[in-house]
Nanobody
């Protein structure tokens, strides 16, 4: 069983910064793609940023230039540095990972989420 555990959410003023972390634990061989998604009340969950095991990144346009995704493969951890936060960034942030075992079987995992609240 694999667990993804997020941390780092909280309350921040508009224009401020937060750094989210997501650590994977359990039994697996590798984690390929890791992503951050977010979901605000009444809205669909959306992809925020993704990063491959090789470090290739992609972002939703609304966070480009403000958010940075990174990962530490040795620690099976992905980060999301969020700067210049806006009220529209307020949401639950969820970590997603595509995990593989040594036999090549892969599956998808989600974390429980961490709340980001932006005050104006």
């Amino acid at each position: 069983q694999v667990q993804l555990v997020e941390s780092g959410g909280g309350l921040v003023q508009a224009g401020g910064s937060l750094r989210l972390s997501c650590a994977a634990s359990g039994t697996f061989f590798s984690i390929n793609l890791m992503r951050w998604h977010r979901q605000a009340p009444g809205k669909q969950r959306e992809l925020v940023a993704g990063i491959t095991s090789g470090g290739k990144t992609n972002y939703v346009r609304s966070v480009e230039g403000r958010f940075t995704i990174s990962r530490d493969n040795a620690k099976n951890t992905v980060f999301l540095q969020m700067n210049s936060l806006k009220s529209e960034d307020e949401a639950g942030y969820y970590c997603y990972g595509e995990v593989a075992d040594s036999g090549g079987y892969s599956w998808r995992c989600w974390g429980q989420g961490t709340q980001v609240t932006v005050s104006s």
